[in-house]
């Protein structure tokens, strides 16, 4: 026992259920990693999915997030995905939500469902670029099938709740069997790169961000490859890494980063595969063992990267583990048991310096990569078939620089090598230097990846160092560079507002006396950090009265997404305006729509402590009951009205024409104890009614309330069913006789009396049921009153 105790604690956990607390450890079966991000690990298990936080990994005691079991779901740092399939109607729906952890404990929070028809769905894929722009892609079957359409849906943190379609057309070579879609986002061409498999095809292609376009790169067959036909089964993406599942092994392949050339890397058997990309190691299952490849720069200009196998491993594979860093594995199995792995990695592989090449027939280089380059520049490629092959020169190449000149020996263009790679020279700085392309702030700093400083447009450097799990700090960075450009614009321009921000933070508070330019602009912004009350102040004196002017504050109501957006319409601007509000931060603007004098301008802002949880928790505790109280009270009223609706409805059953009735039933309002005994007995003597004790048994109808009153009938009540079966509370048909004096029809299905006695036999029917129900009663048969 206590060496089982010892196992159990060093090399296995117990899976607890944040929300329940349930130990659900058992059902931690046949799973696999789906994704990480900075903090958790997603699993997709045989019976559930679950976040797994990665500081509780060594824990004895692990507190997840479960949720149900969906056809996939995919973890992009903050976004997560999860496909619902509907197998009766074909129908799709992609359901996002986003991570972070709250004040109160939750870990996820919905954001919406995009739902998909009538379309045969073959893949989907999130992929996160650098924290401000999530990209889900969506492949599906158009009518004709020689072509599909191609659906992207990019998801700014800020904008989660807008899906903006852009859908592009992909002619196919084949009946459009998609095979597998894969995609990654390209930090070097600011592009998504979108790989999208066939039977024995890889389509290879280009949505470039700088002009939001989408372009066909390439095209390779499996056989150029394998020297034999093959079939795709599947694809997987590791960045730039290229996983195939074909009939008869597994083809790793590499996509250059400039030009998007694929490069065949190894080819393994059919075992199952794990690969992390980040440390460029390689883990297959081989029986009881495990196989450790890693991928490593080759240093001949032929071959940009190439495979080695480093170790074998005792210990059983898995299809999740962890990656420390390039020696240390943490092995994940099934009920959450545990194996750490250590690996002696030597990294000072002895390579040679120098690059001998010898070839017997000449390497010619991939004219699609050529054509596609070409394309950028509006021209054609031309060749001269009529030079002869430099390969004696090219066996005695010893550089390990790519020689371009000799590749493309036939072309008259003017090329450089760049990471084993030809690329023509006029586009080496548009590729790998887009920002520069960008001429003013605005346009800069709306492209991924760029920042405007010092009027020029440089690559982003800050955005590798966010944390790209915060829905918060990707959000007030992104946006914060937009407003930064329009307080330079303003700037520039001679605004009257050239505040300093620190100074503002500090003092809170700003006054201005002058001119004033038209459309002028000014906005302060103060990030408190915490939840906390704001009492903002501005007032404006003007010489030109009234001035019109827009005022606006977006407000921070949630630290984890960008403020909303409220405008205002000042009553009197020469009053000091008053805005009381909660938040985390506030951005308030004033624009001047024509030219004015100002004698004074005032803004300032107070902020009060931050709010406690406590204070946060009795807030909402108050909150709840006050909507419950006026839920209740809401109730009560809809019920009175409904209670009043209806004996409106009772009364006008009541024929106020009618004058004289049988002598049984006189008008005569109100009624009088004595004559309202001899109505109703007369009522009884001619069995327009029946009275008796209240049983369910005997309800014609199964009515299970009276309908004057609406209180449920009791045993100990008597009740009055009238000729065609409905039942009342005795009492509150009596009352009702003596308000109204008479009775013409039922007050539910208006059977006329004056036909009922002139056509008794058609009641028969009822009539016997009733008194058939009485006479089974034992009960109630000595009770009935004739």
């Given at each position: 026992m206590i060496i089982l105790l010892l196992i159990q604690t060093c090399y296995s956990s117990s899976l607890f259920d944040n929300s329940t607390n349930n130990n659900i450890t058992d059902l931690f079966t046949r799973c696999k990693m789906k994704g990480e991000n900075q903090d958790n690990l997603l699993f997709q298990c045989s019976q559930l999915n679950a976040l797994i936080p990665k500081s509780q990994l060594f824990e004895e005691s692990i507190y997840i997030y479960s949720f149900n079991k969906t056809e996939d779901v995919q973890l992009s740092n903050m976004l997560l995905s999860e496909l619902l399939i509907d197998p009766e109607t074909q129908s799709y729906q992609i359901k996002l939500l986003v991570l972070y952890n709250s004040y109160y404990g939750d870990l996820l929070q919905m954001i919406q469902s995009l739902s998909i028809n009538k379309y045969q769905f073959y893949n989907y894929q999130t992929t996160v670029i650098d924290g401000t722009l999530n990209m889900i892609g969506l492949l599906m079957s158009h009518v004709n099938e020689n072509y599909i359409t191609c659906y992207f849906i990019p998801i700014h943190p800020s904008r989660v709740n807008s899906f903006p379609l852009k859908a592009?057309?992909?002619?196919?070579?084949?009946?459009?069997?998609?095979?597998?879609?894969?995609?990654?986002?390209?930090?070097?061409?600011?592009?998504?790169?979108?790989?999208?498999?066939?039977?024995?095809?890889?389509?290879?292609?280009?949505?470039?961000?700088?002009?939001?376009?989408?372009?066909?790169?390439?095209?390779?067959?499996?056989?150029?490859?394998?020297?034999?036909?093959?079939?795709?089964?599947?694809?997987?993406?590791?960045?730039?890494?290229?996983?195939?599942?074909?009939?008869?092994?597994?083809?790793?392949?590499?996509?250059?980063?400039?030009?998007?050339?694929?490069?065949?890397?190894?080819?393994?058997?059919?075992s199952s595969i794990f690969v992390d990309h980040k440390t460029n190691l390689i883990f297959q299952k081989s029986y009881q063992q495990t196989y450790v490849y890693s991928i490593d720069n080759n240093p001949y200009w032929l071959i940009q990267k190439q495979v080695n196998q480093i170790q074998i491993l005792d210990v059983p594979f898995t299809s999740s583990i962890i990656v420390q860093n390039d020696r240390q594995f943490i092995f994940i199995y099934d009920n959450f048991h545990l194996i750490n792995v250590q690996i002696d990695r030597n990294l000072n592989i002895n390579q040679e310096n120098n690059c001998f090449n010898k070839f017997t027939t000449f390497p010619y280089p991939n004219s699609q990569s050529l054509e596609y380059q070409f394309q950028f520049l509006g021209e054609k490629v031309e060749q001269n078939n009529t030079k002869i092959q430099p390969l004696e020169e090219l066996q005695n190449y010893t550089s390990c620089i790519k020689p371009c000149n000799l590749l493309y020996f036939n072309y008259e263009i003017s090329l450089i090598p760049y990471e084993q790679q030809c690329i023509i020279s006029e586009l080496y700085q548009q590729f790998t230097d887009y920002c520069s392309l960008q001429n003013n702030c605005m346009k800069c700093n709306n492209q991924i990846g760029c920042n405007w400083e010092n009027d020029f447009c440089h690559k982003e450097t800050q955005m590798y160092q966010i944390d790209l799990s915060s829905n918060e700090q990707s959000s007030k960075w992104y946006y914060g560079k937009l407003w930064r450009c329009e307080e330079m614009q303003q700037q520039s321009s001679q605004a009257f507002c050239g505040y300093n921000q620190t100074e503002f933070s500090q003092n809170k508070e700003f006054n201005y006396q002058g001119q004033i330019r038209k459309g002028q602009m000014c906005s302060w912004f103060f990030d408190a950090n915490e939840l906390q009350q704001f009492n903002l102040f501005f007032k404006a004196d003007l010489v030109n009265i009234p001035s019109f002017i827009q005022i606006s504050i977006c407000l921070g109501l949630n630290k984890n997404e960008i403020c909303t957006q409220m405008n205002f319409e000042p009553l009197d601007l020469n009053q000091t305006q008053t805005y009381p509000f909660k938040g985390y931060y506030f951005r308030y603007t004033i624009i001047f729509i024509e030219d004015n004098l100002a004698n004074n301008i005032q803004f300032s802002f107070q902020n009060s402590a931050p709010i406690s949880m406590a204070d946060r928790l009795k807030q909402s505790l108050l909150q709840m009951l006050a909507w419950l109280f006026c839920g209740i009270l809401l109730f009560c009223i809809m019920g009175y009205m409904a209670k009043r609706r209806l004996q409106y409805l009772v009364a006008q059953t009541i024929d106020n024409d009618l004058i004289q009735m049988a002598p049984y039933m006189q008008n005569q309002v109100p009624l009088s104890i004595d004559r309202l005994k001899i109505v109703m007995q007369n009522l009884i003597d001619q069995e327009i009614i029946t009275k008796y004790p209240s049983d369910p048994s005997l309800l014609l109808y199964g009515e299970d309330s009276c309908a004057f009153c609406f209180d449920q009938f009791d045993v100990s009540q008597f009740v009055a069913q009238l000729f065609c079966g409905h039942v009342y509370h005795y009492d509150c048909f009596e009352d009702w006789i003596r308000i109204k004096g008479m009775l013409d029809k039922c007050p539910i299905c208006n059977q006329k009396v004056d036909h009922f006695l002139a056509n008794k036999e058609e009641f028969a029917i009822i009539k016997s049921q009733i008194l058939v129900r009485i006479n089974e009663s034992e009960k109630h048969t000595t009770h009935l009153i004739e």
């Amino acid at each position: 026992m206590i060496i089982l105790l010892l196992i159990q604690t060093c090399y296995s956990s117990s899976l607890f259920d944040n929300s329940t607390n349930n130990n659900i450890t058992d059902l931690f079966t046949r799973c696999k990693m789906k994704g990480e991000n900075q903090d958790n690990l997603l699993f997709q298990c045989s019976q559930l999915n679950a976040l797994i936080p990665k500081s509780q990994l060594f824990e004895e005691s692990i507190y997840i997030y479960s949720f149900n079991k969906t056809e996939d779901v995919q973890l992009s740092n903050m976004l997560l995905s999860e496909l619902l399939i509907d197998p009766e109607t074909q129908s799709y729906q992609i359901k996002l939500l986003v991570l972070y952890n709250s004040y109160y404990g939750d870990l996820l929070q919905m954001i919406q469902s995009l739902s998909i028809n009538k379309y045969q769905f073959y893949n989907y894929q999130t992929t996160v670029i650098d924290g401000t722009l999530n990209m889900i892609g969506l492949l599906m079957s158009h009518v004709n099938e020689n072509y599909i359409t191609c659906y992207f849906i990019p998801i700014h943190p800020s904008r989660v709740n807008s899906f903006p379609l852009k859908a592009h057309n992909f002619s196919c070579n084949s009946t459009c069997e998609i095979r597998g879609f894969s995609q990654y986002y390209n930090k070097q061409r600011n592009s998504l790169i979108i790989l999208i498999a066939e039977e024995d095809i890889l389509n290879l292609l280009e949505y470039s961000f700088m002009d939001q376009q989408l372009r066909f790169v390439s095209q390779y067959y499996i056989s150029e490859f394998l020297d034999k036909n093959d079939i795709i089964l599947k694809t997987q993406q590791f960045e730039d890494y290229l996983l195939v599942e074909l009939k008869t092994c597994k083809a790793l392949f590499h996509i250059s980063s400039i030009i998007f050339e694929v490069q065949l890397l190894y080819i393994f058997s059919k075992s199952s595969i794990f690969v992390d990309h980040k440390t460029n190691l390689i883990f297959q299952k081989s029986y009881q063992q495990t196989y450790v490849y890693s991928i490593d720069n080759n240093p001949y200009w032929l071959i940009q990267k190439q495979v080695n196998q480093i170790q074998i491993l005792d210990v059983p594979f898995t299809s999740s583990i962890i990656v420390q860093n390039d020696r240390q594995f943490i092995f994940i199995y099934d009920n959450f048991h545990l194996i750490n792995v250590q690996i002696d990695r030597n990294l000072n592989i002895n390579q040679e310096n120098n690059c001998f090449n010898k070839f017997t027939t000449f390497p010619y280089p991939n004219s699609q990569s050529l054509e596609y380059q070409f394309q950028f520049l509006g021209e054609k490629v031309e060749q001269n078939n009529t030079k002869i092959q430099p390969l004696e020169e090219l066996q005695n190449y010893t550089s390990c620089i790519k020689p371009c000149n000799l590749l493309y020996f036939n072309y008259e263009i003017s090329l450089i090598p760049y990471e084993q790679q030809c690329i023509i020279s006029e586009l080496y700085q548009q590729f790998t230097d887009y920002c520069s392309l960008q001429n003013n702030c605005m346009k800069c700093n709306n492209q991924i990846g760029c920042n405007w400083e010092n009027d020029f447009c440089h690559k982003e450097t800050q955005m590798y160092q966010i944390d790209l799990s915060s829905n918060e700090q990707s959000s007030k960075w992104y946006y914060g560079k937009l407003w930064r450009c329009e307080e330079m614009q303003q700037q520039s321009s001679q605004a009257f507002c050239g505040y300093n921000q620190t100074e503002f933070s500090q003092n809170k508070e700003f006054n201005y006396q002058g001119q004033i330019r038209k459309g002028q602009m000014c906005s302060w912004f103060f990030d408190a950090n915490e939840l906390q009350q704001f009492n903002l102040f501005f007032k404006a004196d003007l010489v030109n009265i009234p001035s019109f002017i827009q005022i606006s504050i977006c407000l921070g109501l949630n630290k984890n997404e960008i403020c909303t957006q409220m405008n205002f319409e000042p009553l009197d601007l020469n009053q000091t305006q008053t805005y009381p509000f909660k938040g985390y931060y506030f951005r308030y603007t004033i624009i001047f729509i024509e030219d004015n004098l100002a004698n004074n301008i005032q803004f300032s802002f107070q902020n009060s402590a931050p709010i406690s949880m406590a204070d946060r928790l009795k807030q909402s505790l108050l909150q709840m009951l006050a909507w419950l109280f006026c839920g209740i009270l809401l109730f009560c009223i809809m019920g009175y009205m409904a209670k009043r609706r209806l004996q409106y409805l009772v009364a006008q059953t009541i024929d106020n024409d009618l004058i004289q009735m049988a002598p049984y039933m006189q008008n005569q309002v109100p009624l009088s104890i004595d004559r309202l005994k001899i109505v109703m007995q007369n009522l009884i003597d001619q069995e327009i009614i029946t009275k008796y004790p209240s049983d369910p048994s005997l309800l014609l109808y199964g009515e299970d309330s009276c309908a004057f009153c609406f209180d449920q009938f009791d045993v100990s009540q008597f009740v009055a069913q009238l000729f065609c079966g409905h039942v009342y509370h005795y009492d509150c048909f009596e009352d009702w006789i003596r308000i109204k004096g008479m009775l013409d029809k039922c007050p539910i299905c208006n059977q006329k009396v004056d036909h009922f006695l002139a056509n008794k036999e058609e009641f028969a029917i009822i009539k016997s049921q009733i008194l058939v129900r009485i006479n089974e009663s034992e009960k109630h048969t000595t009770h009935l009153i004739e």
